[in-house]
């Protein structure tokens, strides 16, 4: 096999090998539950990794860490190397790092609200247009105001003080109901629950440590623990991966046609980023997938079928690896036609009818020759990995997170002043002013209810008045004036 080359597998003399400059032109690998999409994924992570490609993969069932540990010698892997004629088959390890949202099965991940933005934000509340509108006004309000959106806490304070100044904010922001900031914040409640503080704050994970080699060249594998989180949280896995990939289209270089990736992400459960998505963020993920390869960056979804994916973004991937799929209905067989019509057609391969017909490890499978035209499709049986099939124990695990480069990293939460904190300064200085300025009132009014020596005196003598020896007081005062007794 060449240096710059990816065999995937093969059968009866045929081998099927992709050029790994084709590997920014992204790919899809798609069957029914227990089938082999795992290995096949397994397969191209550890071959990417072995040329120096970084790979970022989302481990949905807890089966990909045994890439970090090589692979045991079996009857039925040495009969699969004979019949695909692989010559420079080894077991081997792979340079591993684990990743995990809640920090519990490897090195924390954390973005702020400020970098998701109010789009994926919106869409991860599942909010309506009226309520996503309203997140696009905090966003632009807190800027205006100079106010950072680091966790949720932040946003909380932001939608609290923007309900109390509604008012004052309309003619420069539109109207900022109060039904959509208590819809907003219920929704936060939610995503609180399902674990999402964990996720929002700082230190901010920095995407070049995604993109790392060892010493020896290769290509580190990032897997991030997404066992809890698909279950837990879907909309939430589904925000951090295509922040994931919006952020590096946005900060990685151009590098044009390279022989090999500069990074390879694999996205696994791929109908969650397109499930209930809004046109906006279909058409923004497509344009990304369209314009993210000359970053050198190829991206895999991993799917039961590659219908689940959108057109405009299935036409984009070069890659096609399709293992069974079962027709129990007339829908079923609606979507293997559809799928057959995915590929180039081999003379001797009916597609529709070998889908229904493939063993588990076999796979329908097209790459893209070096001019970018489809290969005929053919059916080859996927090449065994040279890590470990299946986990590592939790002893391991915890082993390669103790070494790791990246220990104690992100481990401590860091919590500076951000938009919580001011709000709540100006909150109790408000408060203050309000109370200091009651004094005032209080105390003038006492000042005013104050008596001179002099005022008192005229004030006594005239409630004296009233009195029979304060009428002849005044009586003896007015005849010394007036010259009589």
């Known amino acids: 096999m060449a240096v710059k080359e990816i065999l995937l597998g093969g059968q009866d003399g045929i081998q099927v090998i992709m050029d790994a400059a084709m590997g920014n032109r992204h790919g899809v690998i798609s069957g029914a539950t227990g089938t082999g999409k795992t290995i096949s994924l397994q397969i191209l992570a550890e071959a990417y990794s072995h ?8 481990d949905i069932k807890g089966d990909l860490s045994g890439i970090s540990k ?26 591993t790092v684990f990743w995990d949202i809640f920090s519990k099965q490897g090195h924390p991940v954390r973005t702020t609200i400020s970098e998701l933005g109010p789009l994926l934000l919106g869409h991860m509340l599942e909010l309506n247009d009226t309520q996503t509108g309203v997140i ?44 959509s900031i208590g819809a907003i914040q219920r929704r936060l409640l939610v995503l609180d629950e399902q674990g999402a503080t964990e996720f929002f704050g700082e230190p ?24 809890d989180l698909t279950q837990k ?96 209905t007339p829908k079923d067989k609606k979507i293997i036609s559809a799928v057959a019509d995915t590929f180039r057609s081999n003379p001797k391969i009916d597609v529709e009818e070998v889908i229904t017909e ?23 049986l996927i090449r065994p990995p040279e890590s470990q099939m299946g986990p590592i124990t939790l002893e391991e695990r915890e082993e390669i997170i103790s070494r790791s480069p990246y220990k104690g990293r992100y481990d401590e939460d860091l919590d500076r002043e951000s938009a919580y904190e001011i709000l709540k300064q100006r ?11 009651k004094i005032k009132k209080s105390s003038s009014k006492r000042s005013r209810g104050r008596q001179s020596a002099g005022e008192a005196m005229f004030k006594s003598a005239a409630r004296s008045i009233g009195s029979s020896l304060g009428r002849q007081i005044i009586r003896g005062i007015m005849g010394s004036l007036l010259g009589r007794r």
């Open 233 to 328: 949280s879907p909309r939430l896995y589904a925000a951090f991966l295509l922040w994931l990939l919006s952020d590096l289209y946005e900060t990685m270089p151009e590098v044009g046609d390279a022989e090999k990736p500069k990074l390879v992400l694999f996205f696994d459960e791929a109908h969650l980023l397109f499930e209930n998505s809004p046109r906006v963020l279909v058409d923004k993920i497509e344009q990304i997938v369209r314009l993210i390869r000359s970053k050198g960056v190829g991206v895999y979804f991993i799917s039961q079928s590659p219908l689940d994916i959108p057109d405009d973004v299935l036409g984009q991937l070069g890659l096609k690896i399709q293992h069974a799929l079962r027709a129990y």
């Open 204 to 227: 901010a994970i920095k995407l070049e440590d995604f993109c790392r080699n060892d010493f020896s060249g290769n290509g580190v594998i990032s897997i991030l623990d997404a066992t």
């Open 51 to 58: 040329l120096g490609v970084p790979v970022f993969l989302a």
């Open 427 to 437: 909150a109790e200085q408000a408060l203050s002013d309000k109370e200091e300025e």
């Open 136 to 179: 696009y006004s905090c966003f632009k309000i807190a800027d205006d105001q100079g106010l950072l959106l680091l966790d949720l806490k932040d946003l909380r304070s932001m939608l609290s003080w923007m309900g109390e100044n509604a008012k004052e904010l309309k003619a420069d922001y539109g109207n900022i109901s109060s039904a």
């Open 358 to 380: 493939l063993k588990t490890g076999e796979a329908l499978v097209s790459v893209l020759n070096h001019d970018g035209s489809p290969t005929p499709v053919e059916r080859i």
């Open 70 to 95: 090589p692979g045991k010698s079996h009857e039925k892997i040495t009969e699969r190397i004979e019949k695909i004629d692989i010559n420079d088959f080894n077991f081997r390890p792979n340079p």
